[in-house]
């Protein structure tokens, strides 16, 4: 989908740690947030731990101005696609080839950013749940669940991303529930996890417009709000 042509603002990417009920050790904001009359970007990062990710340089070592962690104001017309091609330009010295992985609920955009981001940085995109298809002999991941139930899909989830873990100069979209698995945090650990954390209602309609054959967590959840819009 081109982002430019979106509607309206729906980009934003945070990662909140508490709201996933676990801390990992890093944290990093890349996103924007609109207020009425004008379009603040941010990109920011805190060190939870000693064991820094890419974002946390400007913690670990003070480095990155304060223009990059908070820029200034930019008004309309807004274009997310810029926007995160120029917090992406900016962030990338800093990454020092770690991955990047994007977490956010279904539809929230992981892929979509991913491709642009991983563009931008000279990364190579990559999708969690193409490489557990691969896996499972080219099994759609709609086919791994009715075949093979979630337990096994959610397996080899986390033997993937161990995998991916060893690797770097990646943005990587991982399945909307990778979260819910602690040992998965572990892996994505050795990168820096972005959150794209967008609106259910927003989730609904863009979930709405594709349909749901491949997602099949929300094809056979009857009354979910996904499925309501
Ligand atoms: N910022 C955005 N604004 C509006 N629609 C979007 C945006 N990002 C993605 N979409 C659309 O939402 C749908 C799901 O996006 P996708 O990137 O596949 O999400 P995910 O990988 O998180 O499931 C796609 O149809 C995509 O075109
Ligand atoms: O719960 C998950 O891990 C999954 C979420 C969906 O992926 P997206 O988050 O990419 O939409 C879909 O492929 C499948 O249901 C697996």
Known sequence: MDVKAAPRLQLSAVVQPESIGRR???????GVSREPQSLRVFVSSTMMRRRTTALEVSCSYGNISASILESGSVRAPLDEELILKNRSQEIQPYLNGRCIYLVGMMGSGKTTVGKIMSQVLGYSFCDSDALVEEEVGGNSVADIFKQHGETFFRNKETEVLHKLSLMHQLVISTGGGAVTRPINWKYMHKGVSVWLDVPVEALAQ?????????????????????TRI
């Open 206 to 226: 863009r979930i709405a417009a594709v349909g749901t054959n491949s997602r099949p967590l929300l094809h056979y959840e009857a009354g979910d709000p996904y």
């Open 24 to 30: 990992p050790p890093s944290t990093c904001r890349l």
